[in-house]
């Protein structure tokens, strides 16, 4: 059974599902979610927005649409990564020498479940922190990324860059600005932010 559907299911089953939540009794004990049950949840309940890919040319169909939504077409992109540019050559995104980006394109290093958030490095912002970076986030990202929290992703990054240990590590974990401000959001950068996530496994 493919990633998305055992999540997802079809419409009758999400909203079995979410009943079945709601309905929960309390003095049962919690069952664990799956690590990819969690991150979607997780993500989504931060504002975050899911894009499920079984393959390369859905993810250039997503990509399309999101450009659509938004009207980017033929607008501007952060990206350092050349090994996405060429999502952005063909649909005439300009990402050299840019003045205004609507939007970065980037991957990131882990997708962290516990949390619903991102984990990126310099491998992706350069320099930049997330305050510095467009409102708009398109992000990249395989199942494979996918790891139960932080501390599962530092260790990923630690033994994957052996010799060039990026710099700049942070996570992004809010994606719609609060309707309160609080104690656990504050000074946090919220963004608009797609998730085209490709099946990997």
């Known amino acids: 059974m493919s990633f998305f559907k055992k999540i997802f299911g079809n419409s009758e089953d999400a ?14 004990p919690e069952v664990p979610l799956p ?6 949840h997780n993500f989504m309940k931060n504002g975050g927005k899911f894009i499920y890919c079984l393959n390369q040319e ?28 060429q999502l952005l050559n063909v649909n005439k ?7 205004n980006p609507n939007f970065i394109l980037c991957s990131c ?7 619903g958030s991102i984990l990126f490095s310099s491998n992706q912002f350069k320099h930049l922190k997330p305050n510095e970076l467009p409102i708009n986030m398109v992000v990249f990202a395989t199942a494979s990324q996918l790891v139960v ?10 033994n994957r860059y052996i ?12 994606f719609e600005k609060a309707k309160e401000e609080d104690f656990l959001n504050y000074g946090s950068c919220h963004k608009n ?7 990997d496994f």
């Open 15 to 28: 909203t079995k599902h979410e009943d079945n939540l709601e309905n929960k009794s309390p003095y049962n």
């Open 35 to 40: 690590v990819d049950e969690m991150f979607i």
């Open 58 to 85: 859905e993810v250039n169909e997503n990509f399309i649409s999101i450009l659509e939504e938004n009207d980017w077409f033929e607008g501007e992109a952060l990206c350092f990564e050349p090994k996405l540019h």
């Open 93 to 99: 995104i300009s990402h050299e020498e840019i003045k």
């Open 109 to 115: 290093e882990n997708l962290i479940a516990d949390e």
């Open 149 to 158: 929290n932080k501390s599962d992703g530092l260790r990923i990054i630690k």
């Open 163 to 174: 010799k060039e240990y990026p710099s700049n590590i942070t996570t992004i974990k809010y």
């Open 193 to 199: 932010l797609y998730l085209l996530l490709l099946e």
